[in-house]
């Protein structure tokens, strides 16, 4: 019931050529809405590259605001009521307004979730505002906690804290600009206010004075990231039907097939679920790439780079040796969201970080996904994964470099985690408890006997001191990107 109300109660009326398009896509009619405003966000975006000046905060305001409101309605009068609020603590309670953004946009997403059940919702192809409110709560969070930051000395922030604050108030129409900008509240990704509003005035990393931060043509980059995109939705929607979450909650899945092809099923029904998302971001980059604001300055070759907010990186994550190493490739900008606005604040200053730093981390990401268990289930096995990722590097780096590098561990490795993620990614996809504990046990939760082998042997028998070829700088690398999204590197995919 609550799916029917979210599908057709809060939007415009269907027209006779919405309802032809949906039903020969096979789409429902928000889904073929929300690809439909996806695509006319692609537009957008190239043209705002194009508005004078004056015209941008305007033109990202109106059109940010139509995009969302042609797929889900009158939904989106919630985003008005957290950003108003949010709005009226930076006027007048500057040095607690970031803490007062966490205490009225967390609250008002989580009741989003539990009122229009989005995960089931989601689940059956019903899309309601409350996606777009996800991102809309890590934006107000983090021009909240930004504008605050801005009240402190930089020596009492961290490096990213320091460069991302904001020294002055945004002007309401600054404010509403940064939310809606380019209809990039549909899917993302997340970006920085003080980044955005260097980009609309030509400032900093786009400074139009400098040629080597002048935007370029955008349209080949922008070009071939939307033909991703369109790979990765055929792939989805081809695929999708049959390998989805009824698979993995038949009787044939669950009984009837050997473990090994339990494994296969796990791993294709994940992969095709992750082409949604894949799909999803490849978009919202395109749209990035082509306003300029993804540009991300030129490599030593003098080459253009675009990447400045990839939100994945599609061969890195399936073909993934390194768990910790998932964090920094999959939903890169929410990663890097939760880097800097909960795993480092959580961490006292002068302290390392711990594991219980990493799993608060992945517990605030599962609860901004939703309330369903699957959530959970998820984000907490991933901060396992981690901890396992982190504690096996550590044992490899005592080993000889021929050792480490050799093929048939490296393949071993690429396919454990697959495995690995595959598992952990079943409970996000079926969401229900008993659907979670099911699917796990078909496979005699090997996965996390595996991880929890892996900790427990660390602790037990704590790996030695690194060989020789391995530097300090390269240990540190496959343990910092736990719990982790990656920067803005200048090294595109």
Known sequence: ??????????????????????????LTMSQFRFMLAFVLSVVIGAILRLVPRRGRHPFSIVTGFLLIYYPFGNGCIHAFIPSTLVYVCMLRFRTHCGTLAWLIAFPYLIVSHVVQASGAAWKEGHLDFTGAQMVLTLRLIAIGVSYQDGSRPAERLSEYGAKKQLQRLPSLQEFFSYLFAAGNLLAGP??????????????????ESDPAKRIPNPLLPGLLRFLKALACAVVWMKLSGTYGADLLESRYFQQEVSLTVRFFLLWLVGMVARCKYYFAWSVAESSLIFSGLCYNGRSTEG??????????????????????????????????????????????????PTFATLIATQLVSGVWHGLFPGYWFFFA??????????????????WPAAVRTFPLWVLFKAVFNAIILAYAASSFIVLWLPDCVAIWRSVYFLPHISIVAIILCGLVLPPGKPTSDVTPSKALAGVEASGKAAGNGKKDE
């Open 1 to 26: 019931m609550a799916a029917s109300r979210i599908a057709y109660g809060t939007l415009l009326p269907p027209q006779a050529w919405e309802l032809s398009a949906s039903e020969s896509s096979g």
């Open 190 to 207: 997340f970006f920085e206010a003080k980044d955005y509003l260097d980009y609309i005035e030509r400032k900093g990393a786009w400074d």
């Open 303 to 352: 080459r253009p780079l675009w990447n400045r907010y990839i939100n994945s990186r599609i061969r890195r994550v399936e073909f993934n040796s390194s768990l910790p190493n998932l964090a920094a490739n999959w939903n890169c900008s929410t990663g890097l969201w939760l880097r800097h606005y909960v795993y480092e604040r959580l961490t006292p200053a002068g302290k390392r």
């Open 381 to 398: 096995t991933t901060a396992v994964m981690f901890e396992a990722g982190k504690t096996l590097y550590k044992y490899e780096r005592t």
